[in-house]
């Protein structure tokens, strides 16, 4: 089960009853709910902490992760979290949020002798007819005496390709098996593309998306111990067609427990790994894999954990939260199912109440298939995010069941701020078995710990009843969240009966206006901003999907660093530990859907999104889908429409936009959506905004300029592109105009997959600004250029060109100064003015020695510099990287970037020697990259040739303390040691004391 909507609200101004409407409820509510720990009890396998709704450890409260990381933002987060800690209740009995990273067995693909099974009676034989009219033949071809013996009717099984290739509808019609269920449910494995449904000739639902499982109730038109005739209109639109999959007939939802499902099955010569785990990257590569999936061959595999539960916990409300599988998931627990959940890229909970063993050991088993692609692009499989236990009082906040939002007017110029009022939404549950009264208490914080305002309110709610409580808080002197100082508030939510807490929900939010222009662009806090932001998928090198808490940070301190303010998530709701981390350091959020459909299973993921990222105040834009054909036709703005009303249930407080690649002039999209996204094609931006001067526009996507870091021509067989790729006709039509409000760059970081321009030997692709490993490419430096007001100078390419002297090689400069003046070896080449938004080029004829440029103010002084020298051969490696502490949760990784040095310890701009890692003591090598898209020695190995000069290793910690150290050596290399160390969490902070463990939002 999981969790959408809800059945009533009840609305409090300043505690007293406003309004009590009914609302309607999308999904069945269920007595679960995510949980702040407040206990310190261990529960196998993991010890619990206390932790905050949304992703916060709540004893750092928006802080740092560790003592060395970010030490600005460590101390602020540790007075935060010590205030914190004596504010909150200690006391709430049974409220516990139980990390289940550890410890899970694993096993790649299936298990010999083991079928999984559906439970129910399998619809195989059928009748079909294609149908030009479709739906519009509705009432005769779903009708229950309709007679398909004869005439154009064909024999079909599940599983048949009847369309071959044909774009269109087909009718398929069968009778369904008797069973004595009064209300059975029909299971759909797969249908290609989309299905209507009807039954005795009533409509019953529609599905769109292809080849996914859906499930349709039958009870409002089965008739008991009758006749039941099924109709099927399937719609496709394009390769392979027809009811693809096995069809049950079911008296209940679920898959039999078999094999690893079973609790007594022997896992012991399984694989121990620890979350987040993608067990796709492990593989070896193969030319005959998909090559949009990185040619990486996919298969099915197990996961299977124990924990013990004791016998107290019964009578409490139990269930399971997991932030991401990819994809398909079933999963067990004692042997009694769970559940499936399609989508890879959602986050989702199961109710355990019933199937969980108090007093003693229950197993937790899941099945993964990701053999069925959602996108383009490398997307892994495993259980590559987090995974938590909940216990919790019957009485509780509901999953996702907090929403702060602020109303406050823009600063002024002078930027004087005025008082905020908080609107707080909270949805509380009642598994109890008969009414309580309770007093619901929501106290906001701000970031120094201080209270900045209360408001307590009785509630009452029936047995098993859900309802919505509104309240408003009003901050006097709010400290606004911005880029530069990304203030964070938490709210405490508290239930307390007879004055004593029974559950305790704690939500960060951040205090701010958002405000899209149609003529100026986007505002903050009514300052104006150039989004500058880049698009970017999951992946990392030598990690694949299961990129830990720490990395995700690491990754956004990067963009900052060159100059970008924000983060298009492509194409998909993120993990939330990356929404934390543009929370906590300040970096805006194009957040992202990925299936586009009016489906009651494709509303059901934007409801999902919104639910749980809401409260993230880097959010500044929903985007509903990436690049549809059906964005200029009406049907698709009947589509969008359905998917912009679903969003606006849970938030208006954000436009609902789109990434088109056309269709802007059409009625279909643009006629719905708040904020008009463009792809590339720039020379629509000046037309739009004449013909639709009230609708603000961004650049949802541009670029995608393939470049190889450090490569200066195109070579097929090695998969190099040219860095002489620019990309100043990107963002110059950006920066130039002000009622674009900003563009996406395609990509912040090369990924695995979909490779560009090339095929095998081409793993990944080549669009990043960074590559692959965070290694910047020359293009990474226009950017910054322009996106950052330091001045700056870089050279292209570097300066070691055996046996090409006196040869002309075309040299670049990116600069924001300006004027740039060239010198080789002390001698001026000339100086040019720099073009806004451009870059300068010069023909040298190669002599070895020294490249040097000097930027120049407006009055002639030098301001910055840049030189490339021609370097000598390997001597050395060295080791450096960003932090060296690390702490001991066995999920906390650190990237440490390899250099090959020469005797003057300058990097070998061509230096490719095989570098080999050791680590001894409290860790291990987690990972390797190098960012070349040809090289296909394995991500989990101890050893990487270097690229151009650069390789990657990550160095990951276990559970136990003390000192790591590692070793880099190379054959005729002087080798490199780094020293490390593995920290205890700190006190208070649970098992992980990270900062970036994070729990999905309630």
Known sequence: MRIAGFSKRAIYRNGVLANNAAMSNQAQPFPCADRCEQSSERLHPVVGGWRSHAGQSSAQCGGARTRSFWPWLAQVSCLAGLLLMGLAPAHAAGTRRVLLDAGWRFHRGEVPGTQIRLSGLPVKQWRWVADANGPNDADKMAAPGLDTAGGDWKDARTGDDTFRGRIGFSWYRTVLPETSAAAPMLHFDGVDDNATVYLNGQRLIHHTGWDEPFDVPLKPAWRAGGRNVLAVLVENTAGMGGITAPVFLQEKRGYEAVGPALPGFDDHDWRTVHLPHDFIVEGKFDPKADRNHGYLPTTTGWYRNTFDLPASDKGQSLWLDFEGIYRDSLVWLNGHFLGRHASGYTSFHYDITQAANYGGQNVLAVHVDPRHFEGWWYEGGGIYRHVWLNVANPLHVAPWGTFVTAKLAEPSADGEVGPATLHIETTLVNANASGKAATLVSKALDDGGEVAGTSSIPVRLAAGERLEFRQEIVVRQPRLWSLEMPHLYHLVTTIEEDGQPVDTVQTPFGIRTIRFDANKGFFLNGKHVKIQGTCNHQDFAGLGIAVPDTLEYWRVEKLKEMGANAWRMSHNPPTPSLLDACDRLGMLVMDENRHLGDSPENLAEV?????????????????????????????????????????????????????????????????????????????????????????????????????????????????????????????????????????????????????????????????????????????????????????????????????????????????????????????????????????????????????????????????????????????????????????????DLIPVEVDVLDAQGRIVPTADNLVTFEVSGAGHVAGVGNGDAGDHDPDKASYRHAFNGKCLVIVGAGNETGSIQLTATSAGLQSATLDLQALTPRAGLGEAGTMARTPPSR
């Not at 905004?689 to 961004?698: D, G, L, S």
């Not at 700056?792 to 002309?808: A, S």
Request: with cysteine; charged share 20%; aromatic share 12%.
């Open 607 to 891: 409801a999902n999104m919104v639910q749980r990222d809401r409260n993230h105040p880097s959010i500044i834009m929903w985007s509903m889908c990436n690049e549809q054909p059906q964005a200029r036709t009406e049907a698709g703005g009947r589509v969008f429409a359905a998917m912009r009303a679903t969003v606006l249930k849970y938030d208006e407080t954000r436009p609902v936009s789109c990434a088109m690649n056309s269709g802007w002039f059409g009625n279909g999209f643009t006629d719905v959506e708040d904020l008009m996204g463009v792809n590339y094609n720039t020379q629509v931006y000046d037309r739009f905004h004449h013909e639709h001067p009230n609708m603000p526009m961004f650049a949802s996507e541009t670029a995608s300029t393939t470049t190889t870091r450090g490569e200066y021509a195109n070579n097929r067989q090695k998969a190099y592109v040219t860095s002489y790729h620019t990309t100043d006709g990107s963002w110059r039509p950006v920066g130039e105009r002000p009622f674009m409000a900003g563009s996406f760059v395609w990509t912040g970081f090369d990924y695995k997959g979909e490779p560009t321009p090339y095929n095998w030997p081409s793993i990944n692709s080549h669009f990043g600004i960074m590559d692959i490993c965070g290694f910047p490419k020359d293009n990474y430096y226009y950017y910054l250029s322009w996106w950052k007001h330091e001045p700056i100078v870089h050279l292209m390419p570097h300066w070691n060109w055996p046996g090409r002297e006196g040869q002309t090689i075309k040299v670049i400069a990116f600069s924001n100064c300006p004027r740039v003046e060239l010198f080789l070896n002390g001698q001026s080449l000339g100086a040019k003015e720099v073009p806004r938004y451009g870059h300068l080029e010069w023909n040298v004829k190669y002599a070895p020695g020294t490249l040097e440029a000097k930027g120049y103010d407006a009055s002639g002084a030098a301001i910055a510099t840049d030189s490339d020298e021609t370097t000598g051969a390997p001597a050395s490696l060295r080791l450096t990287t960003s932090r060296t502490t690390l702490n001991a949760d066995a999920e």
